[in-house]
T-cell receptor, first 114, second 113 residues
Framework: GENVEQHPSTLSVQEGDSAVIKCTYS??????FPWYKQELGKRPQLIID?????GEKKDQRIAVTLNKTAKHFSLHITETQPEDSAVYFC?????????????FGTGTRLTIIP | DAGVIQSPRHEVTEMGQEVTLRCKPI?????LFWYRQTMMRGLELLIY????????DSGMPEDRFSAKMPNASFSTLKIQPSEPRDSAVYFC???????????FGPGTRLTVT
C-alpha cells in the first residue's frame, strides 16, 4: 500500500517568514495530494490540494508543488501569520483504482513566532 | 448543510463498559470514514464505507471495535469492552469520493478510566 513520509515533524518560523513542509510518497500511481490543517482542539480541514496533472497550485499565501518523478510534494506558506500556527498533514491516494484509501503523513507542528 | 455531526462530543467511561460513537455524514456524500487521533499514533484511519458498505477495516485495532452504517445518514463505531488505551479523539469524516475533500466532524473525545 501507499506510504507517506512527512518532514519536519516540528517547525518554528518567525512571523513574516516562509515555511516549507515536505512529503514523499511510495506509490507512483498516486494522483491526488491534499493538505489538511488542524488547529489546536479543532478538526482537520482541507487547505489546498493538487492532482497529478499539474505541478503547482496556489491559493493566496499557500502553494503546493508536486514532483512526480521524485515522488514528493511540498506545502509552501509565505508571509506567515500567527494564525498559521497549527498541525499540517499531507496525504496521498490514487483515484480511478477502485476504493483506495487516503494515506496521511504523520503531521508537522508549525509554530509562528511573533 | 450543518456539516458532519458527531455525538457525543465527550465521553468518559470506565474500563469494560461499552461505548457507542455516532456520526451523521453530509447529505449526498457516498464515503464515510472513522479516524482515531492520539498524540502517540497521530491520525489513524480505522474503517471507511462506500455507499454504506465497509470497504477497508484494516485499521480497526482488534475485535473489540466494530462499525456499522445501516443507512446513508447514520454510522456508529462501537467499542466493547473499552480499555484505557482506547482513550483518544475519534473523528468521523465524509466525502463525495476518495479523491475529494474530506469533511471532518468535531470529534468525540473518549476517556476510558
Amino acid at each position: 500500500g501507499e506510504n507517506v513520509e512527512q518532514h519536519p515533524s516540528t517547525l518554528s518560523v518567525q512571523e513574516g517568514d516562509s515555511a516549507v513542509i515536505k512529503c514523499t510518497y511510495s506509490d507512483s500511481a498516486s494522483n491526488y495530494f491534499p493538505w489538511y490543517k488542524q488547529e489546536l482542539g479543532k478538526r482537520p480541514q482541507l487547505i489546498i490540494d493538487i492532482r497529478s496533472n499539474v505541478g503547482e497550485k496556489k491559493d493566496q499565501r499557500i502553494a503546493v508543488t508536486l514532483n512526480k518523478t521524485a515522488k514528493h510534494f511540498s506545502l509552501h506558506i509565505t508571509e506567515t501569520q500567527p494564525e498559521d500556527s497549527a498541525v499540517y498533514f499531507c496525504a496521498a491516494t490514487k483515484s480511478n483504482f477502485g476504493n483506495e484509501k487516503l494515506t496521511f503523513g504523520t503531521g508537522t507542528r508549525l509554530t509562528i513566532i511573533p | 448543510d450543518a456539516g458532519v455531526i458527531q455525538s457525543p462530543r465527550h465521553e468518559v467511561t470506565e474500563m469494560g463498559q461499552e461505548v457507542t460513537l455516532r456520526c451523521k455524514p453530509i447529505s449526498g456524500h457516498d464515503y464515510l470514514f472513522w479516524y482515531r487521533q492520539t498524540m502517540m499514533r497521530g491520525l489513524e484511519l480505522l474503517i471507511y464505507f462506500n455507499n454504506n458498505v465497509p470497504i477497508d477495516d484494516s485499521g480497526m485495532p482488534e475485535d473489540r471495535f466494530s462499525a456499522k452504517m445501516p443507512n446513508a445518514s447514520f454510522s456508529t463505531l462501537k467499542i466493547q469492552p473499552s480499555e484505557p488505551r482506547d482513550s483518544a479523539v475519534y473523528f468521523c469524516a465524509s466525502a463525495q469520493g476518495i479523491a475529494y475533500e474530506q469533511y471532518f466532524g468535531p470529534g468525540t473525545r473518549l476517556t476510558v478510566t
